[in-house]
């Protein structure tokens, strides 16, 4: 149940995780999952003894993280029923924002050397994803296609099968898993490992799978990869 005595805002509080699960990859999880409901500021997931199995996500609106504590409590994530609650106490980056920050004593210099190591990747490559679009001259950025730029083939007819594509090459099927098995219908996801950034994922019938399509269209697993999702050609 949720803590009545802890006020809503922007962070939340997450328990019960697998703790066999690595760090970074939970954390992308959870970034892919948690964002449908709205930007995240930061992913907070560490792995000494007395924090294992726990983790805190931060929104920059309360309206999201109260949408996720509400919609996410018992999600099955890895095997495992999520525990979901607003956070305690306020993270770093929004008391940074709001000027209330007190840096805490004894902070891991490893952690945070990760951490700038981290961000200043997500920087470079928003940097070059910039750069790519300046060139479209400010026009849309043009839809996602592999292999040859010619002619479109025709789409597929609707069927029970999805066709994903433009997937950062760090996803894994198990973050898809999670993303997709909300909806109701599904079966089950498959990747390629000869061919990063695209899977395809299975439903019990094309409604279904029409419904998810629809639902995550463009969602985006990182900032620069918006998902392409059509129905698979049989």
């Known amino acids: 149940m949720l803590s009545g005595d802890i006020p809503p805002n922007q962070s939340i509080y997450i328990k019960n995780l697998n703790e ?23 992913v ?3 792995k000494t003894p007395k924090l294992r199995g ?20 018992n999600f099955p994530f890895y095997d495992k029923p999520m525990r979901v609650q607003y956070a305690k ?18 902070k891991k210099k490893q952690e945070e050397k990760a951490e700038k190591k981290r961000r200043a990747e ?20 043009p839809p996602f296609r592999q292999g040859n730029q010619g002619a479109r083939e025709p789409e597929a007819a609707p069927n029970n099968i999805l066709f994903i594509q433009n997937l950062p090459h760090q996803t894994t099927s198990m973050m ?28 019990e019938d094309d409604v279904q799978s029409s ?23 049989k």
């Open 176 to 203: 898809l898993q999670v993303l997709f098995q909300q909806y109701p219908g599904f079966r089950e996801v498959r990747m390629i490992e000869a061919k990063p950034g695209i899977a395809f994922v299975e439903f």
């Open 89 to 106: 106490t306020k993270s770093d980056c929004v008391a940074k924002a709001d000027g209330t920050f007190v840096p805490r004593e004894k």
């Open 54 to 73: 726990q983790a805190w996500v931060v929104f920059s609106e309360v309206t999201a993280a109260s949408n996720a504590v509400r919609q996410m409590q």
């Open 211 to 233: 419904m998810a399509m629809e639902a995550l269209q463009g969602f985006k697993i990182t900032p620069q990869n918006p998902m392409a999702i059509a129905y698979a050609k």
């Open 44 to 46: 907070v997931a560490l």
């Open 122 to 141: 997500e920087a470079q490559q928003s940097a070059n994803a910039n750069g790519r679009n300046a060139e479209t001259n400010g026009g849309p950025t």
């Open 20 to 42: 066999k699960v690595k760090k970074e990859e939970l954390k992308r999880s959870l970034y892919c999952l948690f964002s449908q409901y709205g930007r995240i500021l930061d």
